[in-house]
């Protein structure tokens, strides 16, 4: 295999580059005061570097000059191939219990990419040939395979102004293809035996694959961590600790990995002997099944939340670790931005979480259980078998489940009952809401037509009204007309029939001529005397009331007129009628027939 190389570039950065020396990348920023350094996981390798605000260029150039060319010759690999494998015997070889750490991810991932050491097994960082270190440089150290966090004393416009002027002459390179790595879960319990050579007593890992943030069982798993393992109130420590001293030292905690994570509890025996092994593992399993089975008190759950905020806050205290917090979100979650909301989305985990990622992932099936076996110790007799315990655990969690479950379907039986209640009732009142609704809308629409029908009566009522006035009107002028007419007519014939008056002289109108006298001719044109068809009679004379139809001075007798319809009083006063209609014409027949009356 190629294990250990991300590790190895870790060190070969710093060997030198075009225009800087080996290790003069040190040098030239210690000398301005400056921290820096390096560390790789299984995911991600990081540098940092803390310098002053002026000296800020000078960093960001020397980081240009060793991405645009390192020095990758047979001198550098050899120095640090050497110094690598010196860095192995030191950290894990020579060092109890390390080497276990190692064969436990080794066990429990099945794929070489999620299983192998950060730093890398003995015989590939010496079988590693130079062709290998070049084409892993050009693959991954590449401008657009880097998330650079700037953090501290700087503006966005002062910032992107430097890297123009350094990072950014970086030319792009091939694209590299980020892959995210899946595995089964584990479906049978897995027992590994480690033999240690370093240490003197025994330990034991149990480790089991969960899912990786940003899942929210990675959340509530961090905080049941916590629960187990977080300072001098924990479970863990009461159980270990200070009710039995079976633990010298334990570890409960999640490793951080981008796709698939490791929930790993790790205890370090105080005293030798199988027995004590076993009830160390029983105590931690009990726990663990003490959390599935009733999840965790809610104080408890508030201290394991408040100690997880207060290292959150304390760990980002300086600009360094700003800096690494914002790569890991960018590189791990897609977007830096996220680390903002990590306080509240912890905040947000119940202890219902806790207990279901319980009973989901710690359990004997998702188990792997490694013994740490000091020489001169025989492993347990019944290593790697269920315990009795975990089998009165697991049947107790079972029944608890069904039980639950049980509790959840009559819950659902009475919910939908209620749910097929209610909706029964909403259908029955939309029902009587439309029928209130139909009726309504009937009793509009016959007020409607009722309204209608009135205005249509009403209308015709009207129309009637006005044919009948203008028939009226019109059989008043047609009876004014007619006895205009015939009032012509009469005059036409009296004016025949007329006697002659004296020679010369004309009779006046309205007044009988004398007998034996004959009327004259008339004048012509006489302005003095004028006919006057418009004058009234005379008021000195009036008819005699006593006598109609018959005139004192032996004259023909005058036809009678119809009385005049005085006015009321405060009636006002009449208009008069326009020139030409048929009430002036008729008024003009009657003042005609009062004069041809007197003749």
Not at 204 to 214: E, S, T
Not at 278 to 293: L, Y
Request: hydrophobic fraction near 35%; aromatic fraction near 6%.
């Amino acid at each position: 295999g190629k294990s250990g190389l991300a590790h190895f570039f870790e060190h070969m950065m710093f060997q030198g580059s075009k225009h800087v020396g080996k290790m003069e990348h040190f040098t030239a920023l210690e000398a301005v005061g400056a921290d820096l350094n390096a560390n790789t996981s299984s995911d991600r390798t990081y540098y940092y570097e803390t310098a002053p605000r002026g000296a800020l260029e000078l960093a960001l150039w020397l980081e240009y000059d060793r991405f645009a060319a390192l020095k990758i010759n047979a001198d550098n690999v050899e120095n640090q191939r050497s110094t690598v494998m010196e860095e192995r015997r030191q950290r894990y070889e020579n060092q109890p219990y390390a080497l276990s750490r190692i064969e436990l991810i080794e066990g429990l991932f099945a794929s070489w990419e999620l299983g192998h050491s950060t730093i890398g097994s003995m015989d590939d960082l010496t079988a590693a040939p130079l062709e290998d270190f070049v084409s892993f440089w050009r693959r991954w150290y590449s401008p657009n395979n880097v998330v650079l966090a700037l953090v501290g004393d700087i503006t966005e416009a002062d910032a992107r102004a430097v890297l123009e002027r350094t990072l950014g002459r970086l030319p792009r390179r091939a694209e590299v293809e980020k892959k995210h790595f899946e595995e089964p879960e584990r479906k049978a319990h897995l027992y590994l035996s480690h033999d240690e050579k370093r240490g003197k007593l025994p330990a034991f890992h149990l480790a089991f694959k969960v899912p990786a943030a940003p899942d929210a069982d990675a959340l509530a798993l961090d905080l049941l961590a916590e629960v187990l393992d977080g300072g001098r109130s924990s479970r863990l420590e009461r159980k270990l600790g200070r009710e039995t001293g079976l633990a010298a030292q334990h570890f409960a905690g999640i490793y951080g990995r981008r796709d698939i994570d490791v929930f790993h509890i790790y205890v370090e025996m105080s005293r030798p002997g199988a027995d004590d092994l076993a009830r160390a593992k029983a105590a931690v399993r009990a726990t663990i099944a003490d959390i599935a089975q009733h999840g965790v008190e809610a104080d408890e759950l508030e201290r394991a939340r408040v100690a997880f905020e207060a290292g959150w806050v304390f760990a980002k205290e300086s600009a360094e670790a700003r800096a690494e917090t914002l790569c890991r979100f960018e590189l791990y979650e897609g977007d830096a931005n996220r680390v903002n909301g990590v306080l509240q989305r912890y905040r947000a985990v119940t202890s219902d979480d806790l207990r279901r990622v319980a009973q989901r992932w710690l359990t004997w099936s998702h188990e792997l259980e490694m013994d740490v076996i000091p020489a001169g110790m025989a492993p347990p007799p019944d290593a790697g078998v269920k315990p009795k315990e975990v089998e009165k655990a697991e049947a107790q969690l079972a029944a608890m489940l069904e039980r639950a479950d049980r509790d959840r379907q009559r819950e659902a039986a009475a919910a939908e009952k209620l749910a097929e209640q209610e909706r029964e009732q909403a259908e029955a009142t939309q029902k009587r809401a439309e029928a209130a609704e139909r009726v309504r809308l009937e009793r509009e629409a016959r007020k409607e037509a009722a309204e209608a029908r009135r205005g249509e009566l009403q209308e015709r009522r009207r129309l009637a009204t006005e044919e009948k006035r203008a028939a009226a009107a019109a059989n008043r002028e047609a009876a004014d007309a007619k006895r205009l007419k015939l009032q012509e007519k009469r005059d036409a014939d009296r004016q025949e029939t007329a006697p002659a008056g004296e020679p010369g002289k004309a009779s006046e109108p309205g007044k009988a001529s004398e007998p034996g006298k004959a009327s004259g001719p008339a004048k012509p044109d006489d302005p003095a005397k004028p006919d006057d068809p418009a004058k009234p009679d005379d008021p000195a004379k009036p008819d005699d009331p006593a006598k109609p139809g018959k005139r004192d001075d032996g004259a023909t007798p005058r036809l009678s007129e119809p009385p005049t319809p005085q006015p009321h009083p405060l009636a006002p006063p009449p208009e008069p009628a326009p020139e030409g209609s048929a009430a002036a014409n008729s008024a003009a027949v009657r003042l005609a027939y009062g004069r041809r009356g007197d003749a």
